[in-house]
C-alpha cells in the first residue's frame, strides 16, 4: 500500500469508526431513571452519575414522568419515548429518588401525595396539591431549593442555608 493511500485510509477509517460510535440508537442508550407501579403507588428511581431533570404531569388516565436524562419503564408503567413513560391512573402516592447529582423534580401539577428525597448535590423541588414529604437534606447547607410545596400539609427536611420556598408548612432544619 502506497504511503499516500495509507495517509488518505487512516483517517477516512476514523473518521467511520468516529461517526459509527457516536451514530448509536437511542434504544441503546442507558436511560437515567426507571420508573415502576406497584399496587397504586409509582416510583421513579434515578440511577447514579446522572443529571436527572423529572416533571410529573397526568395526562389523560396516566401519571406521566418524563426525565430528561431518559427514563425506562418498569413494571406497570409503558413506555412512551426514551424520556417519558405513563403509569395508569389511579396513583395513591409518587415516590422519587433523584439520585447524587444536581437534579431537579417538578409536580407542581398534580394532586398525587408525593415523596422526594432528592439526595446530595444541588436540587430544585416543587411539589404540587397533596401531602408531601421532601428530603433535601444531604449534609451540605446552603445548596438546595424547594420552590413551592402546594396545597395540602408538606414537610420539608433540610439543611441551614437551603431555600425553602411558599407552602411548606413543616420545616425540619439540622445544621
Not at 108 to 126: E, H, K, L, N, Q
Amino acid at each position: 500500500m502506497s504511503s499516500t493511500l495509507k495517509r488518505a485510509a487512516v483517517p477516512a477509517l476514523a473518521a467511520g469508526l468516529l461517526v459509527t460510535a457516536l451514530a448509536t440508537p437511542a434504544a441503546a442508550q442507558t436511560p437515567g431513571s426507571t420508573a415502576f407501579r406497584v399496587f397504586g403507588n409509582v416510583g421513579l428511581s434515578a440511577r447514579a452519575g446522572f443529571v436527572n431533570n423529572v416533571t410529573a404531569t397526568v395526562v389523560g388516565a396516566s401519571l406521566r414522568l418524563t426525565d430528561s436524562s431518559g427514563v425506562a419503564a418498569g413494571p406497570g408503567c409503558r413506555q412512551v419515548d426514551f424520556n417519558t413513560v405513563d403509569c395508569p391512573l389511579p396513583v395513591s402516592r409518587l415516590s422519587v429518588g433523584l439520585g447524587d447529582q444536581g437534579d431537579s423534580f417538578d409536580g407542581t401539577s398534580i394532586v398525587v401525595r408525593t415523596v422526594v428525597d432528592a439526595g446530595p448535590g444541588a436540587d430544585t423541588v416543587a411539589t404540587g396539591g397533596a401531602n408531601d414529604m421532601i428530603g433535601v437534606d444531604d449534609d451540605t447547607p446552603n445548596n438546595d431549593t424547594v420552590t413551592t410545596c402546594g396545597l395540602g400539609s408538606d414537610a420539608v427536611f433540610a439543611n441551614s442555608g437551603d431555600q425553602i420556598g411558599t407552602g411548606c408548612e413543616a420545616r425540619y432544619i439540622s445544621s
